[in-house]
């Protein structure tokens, strides 16, 4: 910090991710980055999951309304369009 004196620290922040998932293969390794929440390539598979499960099933089952970004989501997108990255994880 720009000015600041050891011992004058007056607070502390904390900052996590959520709705991640990291792909991993069996022996732990990453395949492929984290596609975070924040990054909307899965409109489809987004409206997939509510025509499949249904929209209040859903939303009762996971407590929230699925949006693009979120692990579900992801996942369905993952699987579709990175069936090798899929197939290892």
Same mark, same amino acid.
Not at 42 to 52: H, K
């Given at each position: 910090?720009?000015?600041?004196? !050891?011992? #004058? !620290? +007056?607070?502390?922040?904390?900052?996590? /991710? +959520?709705? &991640?998932?990291?792909? %991993?293969?069996?022996?732990?390794?990453?395949? &492929?980055?984290?596609?975070?929440? @924040?990054? *909307? *390539? =899965?409109?489809? !598979? &987004? #409206? @997939?999951?509510? =025509?499949?499960?249904? +929209?209040? %099933?859903?939303v009762r089952r996971s407590?929230?309304?699925?949006i693009p970004g %979120?692990?579900?989501?992801?996942?369905? $997108? &993952? /699987? +579709?369009?990175?069936?090798?990255? $899929?197939? *290892?994880?």
């Amino acid at each position: 910090m720009l000015g600041a004196v !050891e011992g #004058d !620290e +007056r607070g502390i922040h904390l900052a996590g /991710q +959520r709705d &991640t998932a990291v792909l %991993l293969d069996a022996a732990g390794e990453v395949l &492929t980055p984290v596609i975070h929440w @924040s990054d *909307r *390539r =899965d409109p489809d !598979e &987004t #409206d @997939s999951a509510y =025509d499949v499960v249904g +929209r209040e %099933l859903l939303v009762r089952r996971s407590g929230t309304h699925p949006i693009p970004g %979120l692990v579900l989501p992801n996942l369905v $997108w &993952t /699987q +579709r369009h990175l069936p090798d990255v $899929w197939r *290892r994880v």
